[in-house]
């Protein structure tokens, strides 16, 4: 884990109560893998005494300058994309949920792949949950084990159903995880995720900060999970 001191750029209102925050890093900062994440210190006062962890919506170079950007709620979790199918031109499709039409933050820079949209409350594509539609593109697109993969984030009752999805169909499912982290460096065990019993995986309590957070959702015990 490398300590940095970054400056705000901006900190914008894309929709009521979730906000784009762009941070200049130094320019050592490496350029960020897919599941990476950074740990940010809020304030130089104690309190908040622990830093926040925060998926990466995107990195930024121009000039030298390098910046990072975060999308995030005040009452909820930040959000992230997981995207890099598209440099290895590997087809895929994406499934995009929220509560309505506010939610869909980030839907215009898909590209390369089929785009379905669902809301809770209907304002855009399907009215429903957006696990409706990953069932529906598995019985009607012909998939299988060996040619499908499946990459999830959002809140843990979601990814739970995923999971259940993916095991029961023998779909490999990586899903990105997001918990409270107050070291990030598994020292103090302050994140385990239990995994389920099997192959050897019975008891264990990997943290999710250093073997996450992206991990193999068939293997959580997402009964157990905080």
Known sequence: ???????????????????????KVPRG?????PGQFVHLRVSPEVE?????????EGFVESGGIRAVRIYYSV?????????KLRAKRRPYVFLFGARGARELYGVREVRGARLHLATDDGSVGYHGSVLT????EWESEGHTPLTAEIF??????LLHEVAEFARAHGIRCQASL????ACAVGACRGCPVPLRGGNGNGGRYPAMCLEGPVMDATLVDWERLP
């Open 152 to 157: 999830t984030c959002g809140p843990h009752g």
């Open 29 to 33: 900062f490496s350029r960020p893998a």
């Open 48 to 56: 908040p005494l622990l830093r926040r962890p925060y998926s990466l």
């Open 1 to 23: 884990m490398n300590l940095v001191s970054c400056s705000v750029v901006e900190n914008r209102e894309i929709t009521p109560g979730n906000f784009l925050l762009t941070l």
């Open 178 to 181: 997001e918990g409270p982290m």
């Open 75 to 83: 009452v909820g979790r930040g959000s992230r994309s997981l995207r």
């Open 133 to 136: 539609l990953l069932r529906r």
